[in-house]
């Protein structure tokens, strides 16, 4: 069918290879390959199968936090008080697992722990739409970090690692591969086909383009944002469960800086603060640009505040390169 | 150096967007002390050609010259210093600062680096009593209404000694009384000495302000004309290209059973048991004057506000909207007033823009359907006629008439009864107007009941069945295709209550 005045629109993606090599996921690509290609000049066990997987599990339990993140910045959104989510989640685990809860129950507790953290930032959020999420979650992060302190005070709870099958969480292998690596897998295949094939990947990335639009359009704005805050909290524990295995013992300041590191990951894979931007094999990549970056300066012995520098310097240069691209497009023009 | 006899001459201006050609070899001369109207379709490259000359863009050909010297402006500053000023359509000032602040923002009187208050007051105020403004200096801007905040933005042209003023569509938002203001003070910059070039989709601001007009057309100079001896038959066909024989094709359609009711309708501050009912294939006109609460009562329907009291009817049953999703789902669609913010994702191709509300009905089991949304959206834009290309256009790059069409195709995505049409023209250009006139039509032939909100007179009388009159959150009178005129129309909008009016 054509219009009244003849015209027909096309329906078909037109493809250039231009649009198809100038994808933000190619540089990534192109670090991913240069951290990679350093980090095994770097150590001859790196590039065996063995030494790769030893590497991620060096990083992986902050990046389940990075996947609702990018929900987060799609809506437009932030949330930073993850990081303090993350360490009380895992400190009433192992409060609870010193009373003498068990386990299972303790990493419900935890599970439970996140959400309803989520959920309050959700809440605040939601009822009160004229309120800066930063400001919110600011005070949330004090918050949730000062309920952890008045816990455990400067003590530690440990004792975690006599339940096997607990640290096995983190240190536990099936074959050679992780039992962490599997399990982001899995969620980071679940958390990319729900943003890029579902109505609800869709609704995000309306309501982070223009919010009054999404909602004219019939999409339940609040409601949205209210699940992926909650989500949000909810993956903060997971990554506290992961920490807590890891360490076999909580403190009140662990997880200082994850909400910034995920959000770091997230900016670097494509994901723009101003939200509806950004696709998920940028996100994956950028989990492991920031990791094995950090996994190849621990190799050198880096210490780990310069360590800060190095990647704060590639976040920055980074998400700078485009402007700079365009920069140098406006000089040709005058 | 000979003198020139213009002010301002360009001549062959071309400015091309990726894409696009916004300006295909345009010129324009400015005689000093005149007041000349430039008109056009939107879309005719008006907007970029003011861009143009205020050092905004940059023209990739022609050439520009003031008092006969050619000048080459680098950016907005060089056309400031040379006496440029630009007011436009939708004020970009600062709201929270105070009218001096507005006035001298970039040209500050400092002394030693420090700012002096007292005597940009001063002189702010002095340039607001010339101009009659009923407010002072230090009042915060925001708190003004469009057409006092149009006043401190030609304070600021004149702070800036202006010698060119262009004015971007000044009246759009104004009323009867304010409009005839402005054309005094538009009067009076001129008798001081300046120059000034008058944007307007309308006709009397044309009349009554304009000696003479030139007119655009799909980025290209059609012509300059004396006001004096133009017809408006002229002018449309200069702007449009073509004659326009039936701008109000209203078809003659069977009027079935009524679909929607409201009753008593409700919401404190805003409207007051408002009654009023539409049938299948009739169109009904809401007016009255600006904040006479019509667009309160439609978005109300429409569960983007909640109501106090009152009840809807649809087809004989009762119904509750609490959010737009609601009235979408029982057949209930609107078209927002403000197209860009409420009515289009402006970053996204028009494609996933007029699926957007039906992406759950084209897919299944939560999954989007790429394909089938393509078919619909294909169908849907070439439906209503579209100027774009892919589907994959960006909202943004499409003119103002062409987004509106794009809005209505996205409620046609929707399966509805009702269709809630607010200023439907509202920015959009007479051809594209002459359009969305035929889809409703149609729309109403294929048995849709439409409520149509409109501010325009011609337009009320020409696309309506019964028309509700609105006054100050009330109805205050309804009449009927024929035995409604403009008189009586005005006499109910500004009736206090519906008594004074019958009298």
């Known amino acids: 069918m054509a219009t009244k005045s003849g015209r027909t629109i096309i329906a078909d993606q037109p493809f250039s290879w231009k649009t198809f090599f100038l994808k933000w996921e190619w540089l990534l690509v192109i670090l991913f390959l240069g951290i990679n290609v350093m980090n095994a000049s770097l150590s001859e066990y790196y590039l065996s199968g063995a030494g790769l997987f030893n590497a991620t599990n060096s990083f992986l339990e902050k990046a389940f936090v990075a996947l609702p993140m990018a929900y987060i910045l799609v809506l437009g959104d932030i949330d930073i008080s993850v990081g303090s989510t993350a360490c009380l989640s895992a400190v009433m685990l192992a409060y609870f697992y010193n009373l003498g809860v068990p386990m299972g129950l303790c990493i419900i507790i935890c599970l439970l722990t996140g959400t309803i953290c989520g959920a309050i930032n959700g809440l605040i959020l939601t009822k009160f739409t004229e309120l800066a999420p930063m400001i919110v979650t600011l005070g949330t992060q004090i918050l949730y970090r000062g309920i952890a302190e008045a816990m455990l005070g400067d003590e530690a709870r440990g004792g975690l690692s006599s339940v096997k099958w607990f640290s096995n969480l983190y240190w536990g292998k099936i074959g050679i591969v992780p039992i962490m690596l599997i399990c982001f897998i899995v969620c980071a295949v679940i958390f990319g086909f729900v943003l890029h094939k579902t109505f609800f990947g869709r609704r995000l990335y309306a309501i982070g383009a223009n919010k009054l639009a999404a909602e004219y359009a019939g999409i339940k704005v609040q409601k949205i944002r209210m699940i992926v805050f909650t989500l949000t909290g909810t993956f903060a524990a997971v990554t506290a469960i992961f920490l807590a295995a890891r360490m076999g013992s909580t403190r009140a300041d662990i997880a200082t800086g994850y909400e910034l590191e995920a959000i770091a990951m997230a900016v670097l894979g494509g994901f723009s603060t101003d939200g509806g931007k950004g696709k998920f094999p940028g996100l994956i990549l950028a989990i492991f640009i920031v990791g094995m970056l950090r996994y190849g300066l621990g190799l050198v012995n880096m210490a780990s505040q310069f360590m800060l520098v190095v990647i704060g310097a590639l976040l920055i240069i980074t998400v700078m390169l485009p402007n700079i691209k365009s920069m140098f497009k406006v000089k040709k023009k005058a | ?385 579209t100027k774009a290309v892919t589907i994959f256009d960006k909202a943004s790059s499409l003119s103002g008439g062409n987004q509106q069409k794009i809005v209505v195709a996205k409620i046609l995505a929707s399966d509805l009864k009702v269709i809630i049409l607010d200023e439907p023209t509202k920015g959009v250009d007479v051809g594209a107007k002459a359009e969305i006139y035929e889809i409703m039509g149609e729309l109403a032939k294929q048995g849709y009941a439409i409520i149509m909100i409109s501010s325009e007179m011609p337009e009320i009388l020409g696309m309506s069945d019964r028309i509700v009159v609105m006054c100050e959150g009330k109805v205050t009178g309804e009449l009927k295709r024929g035995e409604a005129a403009q008189e009586e129309i005005l006499k109910f909008a500004m009736a206090r209550s519906p008594k004074a009016a019958k009298n």
Do not use: C
């Open chain 2, 1 to 385: 150096m000979e003198l020139s006899e213009y002010v301002l001459e360009l001549k062959g201006i071309t400015k091309i967007f990726p894409g696009v050609k916004a300006l295909d070899h345009v010129s324009f001369q400015l005689k000093p002390g005149e007041i000349h109207a430039l008109m056009g379709e939107n879309g005719a490259g008006k907007s970029t050609f003011i861009k143009v000359i205020t050092g905004v863009h940059k023209a990739e050909e022609g050439e520009m010259y003031l008092d006969g010297q050619k000048v080459d402006f680098k950016g907005p500053k060089d056309a400031q210093k040379a006496g440029i000023a630009a007011i436009y359509q939708h004020v970009t000032a600062y709201p929270h600062l105070s009218v001096t602040e507005n006035i001298f923002m970039g040209h500050e009187i400092k002394k030693r680096g420090i700012i002096q208050w007292k005597e940009m007051n001063d002189l702010a105020d002095s340039y607001l009593q010339e101009l009659n403004a009923d407010f002072k200096s230090t009042a915060e801007m925001g708190a003004l209404s469009v057409a006092q905040q149009q006043m401190v933005e030609i304070a600021k042209a004149i702070s800036m000694k202006a010698r060119i003023i262009i004015m971007d569509e000044p009246t759009a938002a104004l009323t009867k009384n304010e409009s005839e203001q402005l054309y005094k003070i538009t009067e009076k910059l001129r008798d001081d000495g300046a120059s000034i070039i008058f944007i307007s989709h309308r006709f009397e601001d044309m009349y009554r302000l304009a000696t003479r007009v030139t007119v655009f057309r799909d980025s290209q100079y059609i012509g300059s004309y004396d006001v004096n001896g133009i017809t408006n038959a002229d002018l449309i066909k200069a702007m449009v290209g073509r004659e326009i024989s039936d701008m109000y094709p209203k078809p003659e359609v069977k009027i079935g059973e009524e679909v929607f009711r409201v009753e008593k309708l409700t919401r404190m501050g805003y409207f007051k048991d408002v009654s009023f009912n539409v049938r299948k294939g009739e169109i009904l006109g809401l007016t009255g004057l600006v904040g006479a609460g019509r667009t309160e009562t439609v978005q109300t329907i429409y569960g983007v506000e909640h109501y106090d009291s009152g009840k809807m009817y649809l087809n004989g049953q009762e119904i509750t909207v609490k959010n737009p999703s609601d009235a979408l789902r029982q057949g209930i669609g609107l078209l927002p007033e403000d197209r860009q913010h409420q009515g289009l994702i402006l970053d996204w191709g028009i494609g996933r823009n007029i699926t957007l509300t039906e992406i759950a009905s084209l897919g299944k089991n939560g999954m989007t359907d790429e394909k089938s949304e393509r078919a619909k959206a294909k169908e849907l834009a070439e439906r209503v006629d």
